[in-house]
């Protein structure tokens, strides 16, 4: 299977905890993105490297939230100190993109699903 | 915030047509409607997207009206599987910098048997 790949794809934690998700893009995308998304909500956009350039951070929901991807190719997404408000589904995609053309098809990962106790 | 408006469910039998709708009254020139679905338990999936002109695919048809104000998502043919969560978003790629897709809660479409 050539899609997007997340792991783990669940994670139980306790309040307090740093967790860390695993990333695979499709392997000639250059784009990643990590959305959030809660219950009975649409995923909600966090962050997006072109490359192994982070282009935007401002929408991660705290100082709590971290993303790297170094070469270029997997991203890792850390949540420290979690806390309960935390829960939720963290999706990542990829996509082909390129400047001035309209390919941003993002193609979705299954997710990991985080449970914070 | 979402630019799109959709309604919050729909239902249609299987074997019909399913015809979604979505306003986007406030989209600009250079952007485009695209869609994406989810189905329970699965990331987003890519459907279709256009910017003015009527587009078809293997999954759907997308109608934009002239004034490109709203738009219909056709599926032609519907089956249980299609059971899932739409969502119309209005997107503009700039090139670099908050390219994230904003989508909104999405159209339940349940097909019934």
């Known amino acids: 299977d050539t899609g997007v790949s997340q792991d783990p794809r669940h994670k139980i934690t306790k309040r307090g905890q740093n967790v860390t998700f695993r990333c695979d893009p499709i392997s000639e995308h250059n784009r990643l993105y990590w959305y959030r998304q809660t219950l009975g909500q649409g995923p909600e956009f966090l962050t997006y490297f072109q490359n192994e350039a982070q282009l935007e951070k401002s929408r991660l929901l705290s100082n709590r939230f971290s993303a790297e991807r170094p070469k270029g190719s997997f991203s890792t997404l850390e949540i420290q100190r979690t806390e309960q408000g935390d829960s939720a589904m963290y999706l990542c995609?990829?996509?082909?993109?390129?400047?001035?053309?309209?390919?941003?098809?993002?193609?979705f990962g299954p997710g990991t699903r985080l449970t914070v106790l | 915030d979402a630019k799109t408006t959709q309604p919050p469910s729909m239902d249609c039998a299987e074997g019909r047509a399913a015809n979604l709708p979505c306003n986007h009254s406030t989209i600009s020139g250079n952007e485009y409607v695209y869609w994406y679905r989810q189905i329970h338990s699965q990331g987003p999936q890519y459907i279709i997207h256009?910017?003015?002109n009527n587009e078809t695919n293997e999954m759907a048809s997308l109608i934009i009206t002239e004034d490109r104000k709203s738009s219909t998502l056709i599926l032609p043919h519907a089956t249980l599987r299609d059971t899932a969560v739409y969502y119309c978003?209005?997107?503009?790629?700039?090139?670099?910098?908050?390219?994230?897709?904003?989508f909104g809660k999405g159209t339940h479409l349940i097909i019934q048997p």
């Open positions: 995609a990829s996509s082909l993109g390129a400047s001035g053309l309209q390919q941003n098809e993002q193609f």
């Open positions: 256009g910017l003015k």
């Open positions: 978003i209005v997107f503009l790629d700039s090139g670099g910098g908050a390219d994230g897709l904003t």
